[in-house]
């Protein structure tokens, strides 16, 4: 387990430069790609036009640098530590997204779209997480703790995101609500695009949980010192300081305080039941496909599954119990439902449109 790989330490006075070339980077980046989508529709844009249809991402990188530098966080020494955890979700991002792509094209659906949604999703995603861990922990973030000092003054909790605090299904239900609403905008049928995506989705997934294993949060429960894969966390980890810092917590730390007692590592459970869920769908159900939203449905009823099953093996009380089972638990079980929706749903009307065929013709 490694919390933090290494640190990019940027000298004093180059804290500026380096946000503006990083924005620079990022929005030249995305007007690139954008003219390299219409070229293959053949509707070519010149560069500097592409830049201006992006120019609300520009607007925004532009505030943020602004408010960035105006708080004085820019003009010092500044040490950026790489966390494992950021990489992971960084190139499970990537990964999802080349894997969406590839199919995206395999289907005959736009690639660049799909990458666009991609980035979308992402942004969904990441609010609807930390959202989500705020509702099942309100008193933590409204409460008497509401507020912490920062470098640049107090600050409510809730924007404390470096402290962890992100739930994959807050995310999830974030980026479903977001992927529609751009589907729609865009005149794209929601159900054949989320069968391409969702694979993706469980990919990323697999990453993500390495990610909390090597952060050590989303910790499993006390077990058998004699279990083989039994983990022990570091004082660096968000399972150690979390009971450090819990009332009667101790008991779950070793007798030196030098790592936590032996633990279930549920990460690494979720995370290879996300890797076999996504080997099921792309090598059992996608090839065998019968209904747009097939490949979903058979995803959300599995994942509910996974998640229920792992989530009686947590150890952190933090992602919110309620009448003795997880928050997590208690949504599985719309996750669930919902999949058996959409496999009633979509397969009642391919057969209704299988069975008008005849009729037309």
Known sequence: MLPVLLRIVIPSGYGLPAAVLAALLLVVGRALAYQRRL???????????ALADDKTTAAILAVLIGVAWRAGLLDGRISLPLHTYGLLIATAFVAGIWLAQREARRQGQDPERVADLSFWILVAALVGSRVYYIFVNWNDYFGDAAWIVTRVGRIPRLLAVWEGGLVFYGGFIAAVAAGAWYLRRHRMPFLPYADTLIPSVAFGHFLGRLGCFSAGCCWGAPCSP??????RFPPQSLAYQSFAAREGGARFLDPVHLTTLPLHPTQLYESLGEL????????????????????LA?????????????????????????????????????????????????????RAARAAEPALA
């Open 39 to 49: 070229a293959r529709q053949e509707k070519p844009i010149s560069f500097l036009a």
């Open 226 to 231: 004699s279990l083989p894969w039994a983990t």
């Open 276 to 295: 076999l869920l996504f080997s099921v769908l792309v090598l059992l159900v996608r090839p065998r496909k019968r209904f747009h939203g097939q490949v």
């Open 298 to 350: 058979v995803w959300l009823m599995a994942y509910a599954v996974l998640r229920t099953t792992v989530e009686s093996f947590r150890g952190d009380i933090e992602r919110g119990v309620v009448d003795g089972l997880g928050v997590g638990q208690w949504t599985s079980i719309l996750i669930f439902a919902a999949g058996v929706a959409v496999w009633v749903a979509a397969s009642r009307r391919a």
